[in-house]
Nanobody, 116 residues
Framework: QLQLVESGGGLVQAGGSLRLSCVAS????????MGWYRQAPGKQRELVAT???????TYADSVKGRFTISRDNAKNTVYLQMNSLKFEDTAVYYC??????????WGQGTLVTVSS
């Protein structure tokens, strides 16, 4: 089992920056990849960025060049640095951890609101 605790959401003006953090605890040896998804009101949850243990990263086209995902494996933590935020980035952001057994664990979500 894994437990995830997110932090860092909030209200920011368009063009501003925020950094999200997610700390995993429990069976952390089973982690294969860590990442972030988001869900805007009335929309489906979508991938934002992921990073595997081997360092391979994936970004949604909509955030490339603006968001950066990083991991501190010693702290079992994944970060999402979000720059040049846009109104359309407003959403609940969820930390996602995938294990080697292809099981996904989700955080409770943190709200990011970008004012235009």
């Amino acid at each position: 089992q894994l437990q995830l605790v997110e932090s860092g959401g909030g209200l920011v003006q368009a063009g501003g920056s925020l950094r999200l953090s997610c700390v995993a605890s429990g069976s952390t040896f089973s982690i294969n990849a860590m990442g972030w998804y988001r869900q805007a009101p009335g929309k489906q949850r979508e991938l934002v960025a992921t990073k595997t243990n081997g360092g391979s990263t994936t970004y949604a086209d909509s955030v490339k060049g603006r968001f950066t995902i990083s991991r501190d494996n010693a702290k079992n933590t994944v970060y999402l640095q979000m720059n040049s935020l846009k109104f359309e980035d407003t959403a609940v952001y969820y930390c996602d951890v995938e294990t080697w057994a292809r099981t996904n664990y989700w955080g409770q979500g943190t709200l990011v609101t970008v004012s235009s």
